[in-house]
């Protein structure tokens, strides 16, 4: 009966063709029990239904979305499970073709399970004992609960309650990741005295998906460190409200990015942020199969049966991937923030860094999104580390991160539609003896927030949101003098003190080694609005580097700006 019904409605509405479900400031359509949504009033959301031109003409349009999806022709499945990414309270991308997977014993090949959302209706067939689910439209955002999704058959339904619509990230990391928001609260800062604990609300547009190293593994995980997969999520973590419990163990730069973010849109569009973290992972630990193979960026240890990465606590290649990314291949997302890189701060592991994250970031790209593949790609700048004071005594947590933090910087030069988050402005404290782990997550997260707030159209600019771009360079033929061009300059480049004068260039002495040693000058100075003259008394020919010193400051040993007074972020620029 649920069959005839169902193709009765597909015969009726067949003719209802629309590009988005509006819900601004909450879901104005209709639950998927009470039928399908109307088609957006506002035009910027998507294309509206249109009738067809009376003419003979051959008239080409591009194909529209359709909000109800084919019947197929084919028995329901008696059985089927849904992935464990998918439960109540998840935000699904806004703007994105929505897929819903799961599994089915064998036996239930060539039968199907339907899918209801928002007013929209698709099936799947069941291939090799897999199917998913793609419905037809691009949703728009919707803060409202009571939106339900159901997956069911004739004699089985599966259903996820209070689903928002908005914008996914993932929150990638190692220990800088991992440091919690709970850690966050407990020290000693002004940003815990200004926010604390009024940043934690259930009522807020925010869906927290918790992925951590520090998991219990111990039930059902293939061997770490193979080219063995995950399919599903491996622990009992469900998408989550942001009470107390879920944000205290919750990573920090993950929620302040998001608690700002909603603030910038005023809880218009939900933030959901998928956390995956383990502490001291190199980059070797999180890169698939395919890319890892590719860049040859491990080694087999034949003894041990495993892949062993590159990197300071070089472990488990491939692992953190293949354990905790894969189950969210086909999740669709807006963008990805990115803060690691401490493992790989030497020389040999940095000068891979671009070619492999780069690899990385396009094939995750190739499985996300059906719409818009090419998500932004954030990088956490690392702030400034200091080193051990001579009088300190105890415990002191540093790693010399210059040449790192500027290769990290070089990637959005190669990599399109990524952006350095600056940091370099949010930490002066030399007393601190883990700025390792600095405690300036809320500043982090805020920055982070305008920068994809600019960057999806939601709020402020770009130029408001972030410093001057590198665009290009041009060396001399003896390489001592270069000409930087940069983008994102407002209304001209500056310092931080007003004048022409940049601090924070230097030169990599050999093929990836900064050069932090008297003996050869550099200078730089501000010669046109976009523009930056930089000498140098040896040859520049290995690259310029700015803000490559581990421990230089914004304002002081480093003081590039552009016209809003937004720092520029560290990067190097190779000769050839």
């Known amino acids: 009966m649920k069959t005839i019904l169902r193709t009765i409605l597909f015969l009726l509405c067949g003719v209802m063709l629309v590009s988005a479900v509006a819900c601004e400031g909450g879901n104005e359509g209709t639950s998927t029990e009470q039928g399908t949504n109307e088609p957006a009033e506002d035009a910027t959301q998507g294309e509206q239904t249109e009738t067809e031109p009376e003419t003979t003409e051959e008239v080409t349009t591009e194909e529209p979305d359709i909000m109800i999806g084919e019947t197929l022709d084919a028995a329901y499945a008696a059985d089927f499970t849904v992935s464990k990414v998918f439960t109540s309270d998840m935000v699904v991308q806004r703007g994105e073709k929505l897929r819903v997977w799961g599994w089915a014993p064998e036996s239930e090949n060539g039968k199907k399970v339907s899918g209801e959302f928002m007013g929209m209706f698709a099936e799947a067939l069941i291939e090799n004992g897999a199917w998913t689910i793609q419905f037809g439209a691009k949703l728009s955002a919707c803060a409202e609960l009571g939106n339900s999704m159901k997956i069911y058959t004739d004699s089985k339904e599966v259903v996820f309650n209070d689903v928002l619509v908005g914008d996914v990230y993932m929150v990638i990391g190692q220990s800088n990741v991992a440091y919690s928001f709970g850690s966050y609260l407990s ?28 998991e219990n593994e111990a039930h059902g995980y293939p061997k770490r460190g193979t080219t063995e997969v995950c399919p599903d999520v491996v622990h009992n973590r469900t998408w989550e409200k942001p009470n107390s419990t879920s944000v205290n163990r919750f990573t920090a730069i993950g929620y302040c990015f998001a608690w700002n973010l909603v603030q910038l849109t005023e809880g218009k569009v939900p933030v959901g942020v998928i956390e995956i973290d383990g502490n001291g992972q190199p980059l070797g630990a999180f890169l698939p199969n395919e890319v890892a193979d590719a860049t040859k960026s491990d080694r087999w240890n034949e003894k041990e049966g495993i892949f062993v990465p590159e990197g300071v606590n070089a472990i488990w290649a491939r692992y953190m991937y293949n354990h905790y990314m894969y189950p969210f291949e086909k999740y669709a997302m807006a963008g990805l923030v990115w803060y690691q890189g ?21 094939y995750m790209r190739s499985t996300h999104n059906v719409t818009n593949p090419d998500f932004a790609v954030y990088l956490v700048e690392f702030p400034t580390i200091y080193e051990r004071h001579p009088d300190h005594s105890g415990d002191w947590h540093y790693m010399d991160l210059g040449l790192i933090r500027c290769v990290m910087g070089a990637i959005p030069q190669t990599l399109p539609n990524s952006y350095l988050s600056v940091s370099c402005d949010l930490w002066a404290d030399d007393t601190y003896f883990n700025s390792l782990h600095p ?48 983008t994102n300059v407002g209304e001209g480049l500056t310092t931080s003190d007003g004048g022409t004068t940049v601090n924070g260039f230097t030169f990599m002495r050999t093929s990836y080694t900064v050069n932090n040693k008297k003996g050869a000058t550099t200078s730089a100075e501000i010669t046109a609005p976009n523009q930056i003259t930089v000498t140098c008394s040896a040859s520049m020919k290995n690259g310029v580097v700015y803000n490559g010193i581990a421990n230089n400051f914004y304002g002081e040993q480093i003081n590039l700006c552009n016209s809003y007074g937004n720092p520029a972020g560290a990067f190097f620029a190779a000769a050839e």
């Not at 000693?188 to 190293?213: Q, V």
């Not at 790989?344 to 690899?359: G, K, L, Y």
């Not at 360079?473 to 061009?485: G, I, N, R, W």
């Open 342 to 362: 401490e493992s790989d701060f030497q020389r040999a592991h940095a000068s891979e860094f671009i070619e492999r994250f780069s690899a990385f970031m396009t």
């Open 187 to 214: 020290a000693a800062n002004t940003d815990k005295e200004n926010y604390g604990t009024n940043m934690i609300d259930e009522s807020l547009p925010i869906r927290l998906h918790y992925n951590t190293l520090n």
């Open 439 to 486: 405690d300036c997550k809320f500043g982090q997260g805020q920055r982070l927030a305008k920068l994809a707030a600019a960057v999806r159209g939601d709020a402020g600019s770009l130029e408001s949101a972030t410093g001057p771009i590198l665009e290009s360079v041009e060396f001399s033929d003896d390489y001592k003098t270069a000409v930087l061009t940069f």
